[in-house]
T-cell receptor, first 113, second 114 residues
Framework: DVKVTQSSRYLVKRTGEKVFLECVQD?????MFWYRQDPGLGLRLIYF???????EKGDIPEGYSVSREKKERFSLILESASTNQTSMYLC????????????FGPGTRLTVT | AQSVTQPDIHITVSEGASLELRCNYS??????LFWYVQSPGQGLQLLLK??????LVQGIKGFEAEFKRSQSSFNLRKPSVHWSDAAEYFC????????????FGTGTRLKVLA
């Protein structure tokens, strides 16, 4: 069974803290994505990566950075967390060939106080 | 610009009734189209997808969707809704031309009345 796992389901951090969200996939997918989900706004793409050490900005990259040192792992970093980054964060992966569907992790609900 | 529109934010149906969730897209070429379902507090699960060929596609949990190029639509249907279908449903297009990006609609939240 294919799997995308995220390091935490719930996370509470203080304003100004550096936050790491980890995502691991076991499908040998080339592409990995970080989305943010807010009510009424759907999924908004923060960053994606199409290969190790390769990344591209999505629609809302401000305040975030990413790291992909290994094919199976894609990390989202909040350099200095702010309250407006309180949200649900979803990681996904997909293959560059074949069916293109994305596989999602269970999500991390981050609260910044 | 490429976009996906789900015009219904909320839909309420009675258990056993039929269901249709609407999705319209704006895209230059024939898109790859997807429907995902998200149960509360969970990630998204793929229901079905369309790439080419037969415009009526079958998915999991008894769902189907029809691609209509002339209407730029990809509506999701189910003949008889079960209480466990209560969730949020997302339509998506992707990967978009020249990139690996996907575009999601804002979602439709389905409530099922017993």
């Amino acid at each position: 069974d294919v799997k995308v796992t995220q390091s935490s389901r719930y996370l509470v951090k203080r304003t100004g803290e550096k936050v790491f969200l980890e995502c691991v996939q076991d499908m040998d997918h080339e592409n990995m994505f970080w989305y943010r989900q807010d009510p009424g706004l759907g999924l908004r793409l923060i960053y994606f990566s199409y290969d190790v050490k390769m990344k591209e900005k999505g629609d809302i990259p401000e305040g975030y950075s990413v790291s992909r040192e290994k094919k199976e792992r894609f990390s989202l970093i909040l350099e200095s967390a702010s309250t407006n980054q309180t949200s649900m964060y979803l990681c996904a992966s997909s293959s560059s060939t074949g069916s293109y569907e994305q596989y999602f992790g269970p999500g991390t609900r981050l609260t910044v106080t | 610009a490429q976009s996906v529109t789900q015009p219904d934010i909320h839909i309420t149906v009675s258990e056993g009734a039929s269901l249709e969730l609407r999705c319209n897209y704006s895209y230059g070429a024939t898109p790859y189209l997807f429907w995902y379902v998200q149960s509360p507090g969970q990630g998204l699960q793929l229901l079905l997808k369309y790439f080419s060929g037969d415009t009526l596609v079958q998915g999991i949990k008894g769902f189907e969707a029809e691609f209509k190029r002339s209407q730029s639509s990809f509506n999701l249907r189910k003949p008889s809704v079960h209480w466990s279908d209560a969730a949020e449903y997302f339509c998506a297009v992707g990967p978009t031309s020249g990139t690996y990006k996907y575009i999601f609609g804002t979602g439709t939240r389905l409530k099922v009345l017993a």
